[in-house]
């Protein structure tokens, strides 16, 4: 199936930042708001803040009301924001269907028993092996009072959806391929959404018509494609933009140490001079713009 440019209705072009608030935010988050905030005011249209706080053990309010304040210190003014934990139902009905489509299976395995079944000393986690793909209908009926989460049943989906491709504005036209990332968890232990579920539901009911985010989830994108084709959903156009790093190209997430917005704000510093330099191309000193 192949994705048509999204048709703009009435409102036009419509983006959206969605940070989490299971942390400060940094430069690199200010420059991805700035580049889709522009992105849809450039073309008349509209810009959406959504907090994604599905993650109830991570997620803490006192972030929310920095992330607002940092954003309007940059100058950037948006629509909401809307709460992911607050949107609950319209995720459980989306997995219900796929339940019913039999698309997704619980799983029972915990990170431990994954982690022993999979061996990756070097790069990026394998998929899951899909172990519990493989329980009988009656081994899942003893077991489903246990704690579980549920999974992605891949080569179902795909074969199901058949052949999918997306539009990305600096890649061109990409062909999905999800496979690597095999069965990944759409409903978590304890929230019937996981961030694949939620973002690509919610992209779809907000009328986001262009995703603007960083590389860094180039490859989120084919599960998302994969996850509208099942649910009927459109898809929007995607703009996945370059990551800010440090001199020791390293990303700029907390764990390296970057300044926080917050902490530049305290400082004193001016917040629109910091968005013109970004939007210039002007990086503070230390930093630069790499692909991921
Ligand atoms: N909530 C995600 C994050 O903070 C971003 C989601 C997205 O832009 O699709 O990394």
């Known amino acids: 199936m192949t994705a048509r440019r999204p048709i703009h209705g009435q409102g ?3 983006t959206r930042f969605a940070p989490s608030p299971t942390g400060r935010l940094h430069l690199g988050h200010a420059f991805s708001a700035i580049r889709a905030h522009d992105h849809a005011v450039e073309r008349g249209g509209r810009f959406l803040l959504r907090i ?11 972030h929310v009301d920095t992330i607002l304040a940092d954003l309007a210190w940059l100058g950037l003014t948006w629509e909401g924001p809307v709460f992911q934990s607050q949107r609950l139902p319209l995720y459980q009905s989306a997995l219900d269907r796929l339940k019913a489509d039999r698309l997704v299976y619980p799983c029972f395995c915990t990170r ?9 000393p070097h ?5 899951y092996p899909g172990t519990c793909r493989h329980l009988t209908p009656a081994q899942v009926a003893a077991r489903i009072g246990e704690p579980h989460c549920w999974r992605l049943d891949l080569p179902a989906a795909m074969a199901v959806a058949g052949p999918l491709d997306w539009h990305d504005e600096h890649a061109g036209r990409i062909v999905a391929d999800p496979a690597p990332q095999g069965d990944v968890v759409l409903a978590r232990k304890d929230a019937p959404a996981s961030y694949h579920l939620a973002v690509t539901i919610d992209d779809a009911a907000q009328g986001v018509t262009d995703v603007v985010r960083g590389i860094d989830l180039f490859d989120a994108t084919h599960i998302h494609r994969l996850l509208q084709a099942l649910l009927g959903l459109p898809t929007p156009a995607y703009h996945h933009h370059a990551l800010l790093v440090g001199t020791d190209g390293e990303r700029l997430a907390k764990r390296h140490g970057a300044p926080t917005l917050a902490a530049m704000r305290a400082d004193g510093a001016d917040g629109p001079a910091l968005a013109a330099s970004l939007r210039a191309g002007r ?5 630069s713009a790499a692909n991921a």
């Open 112 to 120: 431990a028993e994954i982690a022993a079944s999979t061996t990756a």
């Open 123 to 127: 790069g990026p986690s394998p998929a």
């Open 52 to 62: 994604e706080d599905i993650d109830g053990t991570r997620s803490r309010p006192e």
């Open 12 to 14: 036009g072009v419509v």
């Open 283 to 287: 990086l503070p000193s230390g930093f």
